[in-house]
């Protein structure tokens, strides 16, 4: 595709639920990542996947937060049991690790509201 | 730990003026710094990527400055238009392993036609 593309674009949920969220990449970026911004905050890495290589789970702020990513394709981000703090817009980039210089690309992020 | 800081939190400017926004980072050690548009509801657009090795970049209207050692970048915006206002976002990354980006809070510009 032309760009990085998520859904749904607006997820409402009652606490205490999981959802998903899903990330397609750039085409041939083999880097992908997840942020997080919460109303009236700064962004905030969540997880980082590289090829094969193990993903860079240190952002993530609690165990009820996982993603998976297949090969270089989709990613999705689960948060289990969410709370109302998890009430985000989930940002999704990617990025090539050759040529040009890492520069990460966003997609239009998944803005998560949780009752 | 990086820590970045951006200066003005907000900006309010007739159009035609040039614009700065300042953004500081605790960390010198980076591989590059992105200069990010968001607009309200949006994702982010990338605006300049500026490597370490470099001093500044420019595209069109927008020239980004890199003083890696002081831990400062500059974005210049010329001839500031309405359509340039969003919120500015700078974001180091680090070198080394791991690719994350480090946000500042953001400059929220409004250009008053």
């Known amino acids: 595709g032309a760009g990085v593309s998520q859904s749904p674009s607006n997820k409402v949920t009652e606490k205490g639920k999981d959802v998903e969220l899903r990330c397609d990449p750039i085409?041939?970026?083999?880097?992908l990542y997840w942020y997080r911004q919460r109303l009236g905050q700064g962004l905030e890495f969540l997880i980082y996947?590289?090829?094969?290589?193990?993903?860079?789970k240190s952002g993530l702020p609690s165990d009820r937060f996982s993603a998976e990513r297949t090969g270089e394709s989709v990613s999705t981000l689960t948060i289990q049991r969410t709370q109302q703090e998890d009430s985000a817009v989930y940002l999704c980039a990617s990025s090539s690790v050759t040529g040009g210089g890492y520069e990460q690309y966003f997609g239009p992020g998944t803005r998560l509201t949780v009752t | 730990k990086q820590e970045v800081t951006q200066i003005p939190a907000a900006l309010s400017v007739p159009e035609g003026e040039n614009l700065v926004l300042n953004c500081s980072f605790t960390?010198?050690?980076?591989?590059?710094l992105q200069w990010f548009r968001q607009d309200p509801g949006k994702g982010l657009t990338s605006l300049l990527l500026i490597q370490s090795s470099q001093r500044e970049q420019t595209s069109g209207r927008l020239n980004a400055s890199l003083d890696k050692s002081s831990g400062r970048s500059t974005l210049y915006i010329a001839a500031s238009q309405p359509g340039d206002s969003a919120t500015y976002l700078c974001?180091?990354?680090?070198?080394?392993?791991?690719?994350?980006?480090?946000f500042g809070g953001g400059t929220r510009v409004l250009v008053k036609p």
């Open positions: 974001a180091p990354k680090m070198g080394g392993a791991g690719n994350k980006l480090t």
């Open positions: 996947f590289q090829g094969n290589s193990a993903p860079d």
């Open positions: 960390d010198s050690a980076i591989y590059n």
């Open positions: 085409s041939g970026h083999t880097a």
